[in-house]
């Protein structure tokens, strides 16, 4: 049985996890390098000396062992009351210039050189640190407000698994759990892949340095296990590279979300064999939680297990950062500040939200200053939307379980899936900052429960067209079919980025007319849906001037039809099946009458409201 008492079979969906994405695995990364706090200060105000990032600092840029054991402070000669003043002047010039020189190197790309040879060759290279100084200039201030999201797209990217740099398709076997050499660099070469589907936001991995090891449970490809926060990850590319990533996306009209973690970090063994002093900033066991293991009686009983209990397991431990902390608190809100301010982030996507005590959120959200979607890995309405008053949105889980049950056979039940939707209406701040989604890095593939490509197809036009914001996880527009993590993690480009398959151009098609509709009628984004239209086997939902009927009858259904009412269309009025381009026609009383055929969706809008939009020759 689920949480919420749904009987399992083989071919419906999992429970809620007991232990979420965090026990992912974990990461081939490098030695951590620190710039020399003498030269490049920290972004972040200074902790106290016994909590510094200067600790384990590296001398120099030839990949020399991290101290251990504290930091001996540079010596800083422009203070001494002995030199001559002249002397003193000329020290500062010649440390001062000796900075600059330093600054501009790294900002031109000079760790990327360093890693460049191995990064991709699966052996470990250099996490570079990214405060403002060593990354040339922060980026432009987003001006983006989290309401803007509301008319955006999203697609899902994990960074290790869509695109490697240059041409090449290296092997990846997902079941391995190892770097596969996707980087920012691909990303960036293949960004009008994900542009020409219409989509006009991309959330990309965790960009945090990650544990060093290659576990029992692989490596940490997918970004959940990190280190250190002031550093990113180097198998990924470079400060410079995920800069013009941010760059590129705006200069298409596009936004950037990142994943973030605050809730753990990663480490190779039991709780009892964590060596602190190794994460950074937080080294000292005083800033996590003493070790308990979550249960699965804690999650319907022990919220307060959920919160200060660990995640993982004895392989991979995930000590629970104790974000009640005064000083978690602050370094986080000023990293994130920072974060955001260095890359041009548009927006977060926040990792284990249920894991960490509410009050945080609300001031980690203003730090950030930008749109935070949180996951709260939870199916019930009435306990994942409360935590809609601490963030901006949250990836909508009490719909994505009901909305899989009812497409994944033709005994799905759609009445179901309409009282999901109202419930959540109810339930939640505001439905329409809500992340809609039917695939994602966390759950099964929806392939993986039906090989029926119709009912994928309707899931796919649900999840873009049923309110909120749209998330398609990559892979998606390929009719990927993999199960559980990890094998829901295949690399993109075996399927060599085709943009003629059926999945691409429905999901430019569905994008299209749903940018249409947020670019010609404003109304749309704060439109509630509604549901006008349920049967055993169908549901229509209506938002702003889109009517979506979707089936669950299946590719080798009958045909049958529906008559639509409460569209908001005139009588008599001219209506286009945007996906077949098909004219329709709404009788005197104002009824649209709709052909179900192999069980395919249909998308309406108004003829007239077509004009000058490119949309069926229009």
């Known amino acids: 049985m689920s949480k919420k008492g749904v009987a399992i079979t083989d071919k419906s969906l999992p429970p809620t996890p007991r232990f979420s994405e965090e026990r992912d695995h974990a990461s081939l990364t490098a030695p951590e390098v620190y710039i020399q706090q003498g030269l490049i200060p920290k972004l972040v105000s200074t902790p106290p000396p016994e909590v510094c990032v200067t600790q384990g600092i590296e001398r120099t840029f030839e990949g020399l062992e991290n101290k251990s054991n504290g930091y001996d402070p540079p010596t800083v000669l422009v203070n001494d009351p002995i030199m001559p003043t002249r002397r003193k002047k000329k020290r500062l010039i010649l440390i001062t210039s000796l900075a600059i020189l330093v600054t501009v190197a790294l900002a031109a790309g000079l760790g990327k050189g360093l890693q460049k040879d191995t990064r991709h060759l699966g052996a470990p290279s250099r996490d570079l640190p990214w405060t403002p100084l060593n990354a040339s200039a922060p980026l432009p201030k987003s001006n983006v407000k989290p309401t803007d999201w509301r008319g ?15 041409t090449g398709n290296p092997p990846c076997d997902p079941a391995k759990r190892q ?54 990850n180097s198998r990924f590319g470079s400060v410079g590279d995920l800069q013009a990533l941010s760059s590129a996306l705006h200069a298409r009209d596009m936004y950037l979300m990142l994943d973030v973690v605050t809730n753990h970090y990663g480490w190779t063994g039991n709780s009892s064999t964590v060596a602190y002093q190794k994460l950074v900033p937080f080294n000292d066991a005083k800033y996590f939680h003493s070790y308990c293991p979550i249960t699965s009686n804690d999650y319907l009983s022990n919220q307060t297990a959920v919160e200060q209990c660990w995640l993982g397991d004895d392989t991979v431990s995930l000590p629970d950062l104790n974000t009640e902390d005064p000083f978690v608190v602050k370094t986080y809100n000023d990293w994130i500040k920072s974060l955001v301010s260095v890359f041009g982030v548009d927006g977060l996507r926040i990792d284990t939200v249920k894991h960490v005590e509410k009050p945080f959120w609300s001031g980690f959200r203003s730090a950030a200053g930008v749109f935070s979607l949180g996951e709260v890995f939870d199916g019930d309405a009435a306990y994942t939307c409360p935590y809609q008053e601490q963030l901006d949105g949250l990836l909508n889980y009490p719909l994505y379980y009901p909305m899989i049950r009812a497409f994944q056979s033709s005994d799905g039940d759609m009445s179901a899936l309409s009282l999901a939707i109202s419930t959540i209406q109810k339930s939640c701040r505001d439905p329409t900052m809500l992340g809609t989604f039917s695939e994602n890095h966390d759950n099964a593939r929806f392939l993986s429960f039906t090989n029926d490509t119709h009912l994928n197809m309707n899931v796919i036009a649900f999840t873009i067209l049923a309110g909120g914001i749209p998330i398609v996880y990559q892979g998606q527009e390929q009719g990927f079919s993999g199960g559980n993590d990890p094998l829901n993690r295949e690399a993109l480009w075996t399927s060599s980025f085709a943009t003629k398959s059926a999945l691409y151009t429905l999901i430019a098609s569905l994008n299209q007319i749903r940018n249409h509709e947020v670019f010609s009628f404003p109304k749309y984004l704060n439109f509630s849906t509604s549901v006008i239209f349920t049967s055993d086997h169908d549901i229509a939902l209506r938002k702003g001037q889109i009517v979506g009927l979707f089936t669950n009858s299946g590719a080798n259904g009958t045909s049958y039809n529906v008559t639509l009412t409460k569209h908001g269309f005139e009588v008599n009025a001219t209506v286009v099946e945007v996906l077949s381009c098909k004219n329709s026609t709404t009788d005197a009383k104002g009824n649209l009458r709709a052909a179900v055929q192999q069980g395919m969706p249909q998308v309406f809008y108004p003829s007239a409201a077509l004009k000058l939009s490119g949309i069926c020759y229009m």
């Open 152 to 166: 955006r797209s999203i697609y899902q990217v994990i960074t290790d698994r869509f695109g490697p740099s240059g």
């Open 179 to 232: 770097y596969c050499g996707g980087t920012w660099q691909g990303l960036i070469d293949r960004l009008d892949y994900i542009k020409n589907m219409g989509f006009t936001a991309v959330w990309i991995s965790p960009v945090t340095a990650q544990l060093n090891e290659d576990t029992p449970l692989g490596q940490a490809y997918h970004g959940y296990w990190q280190q250190n926060i002031y550093t990113v």
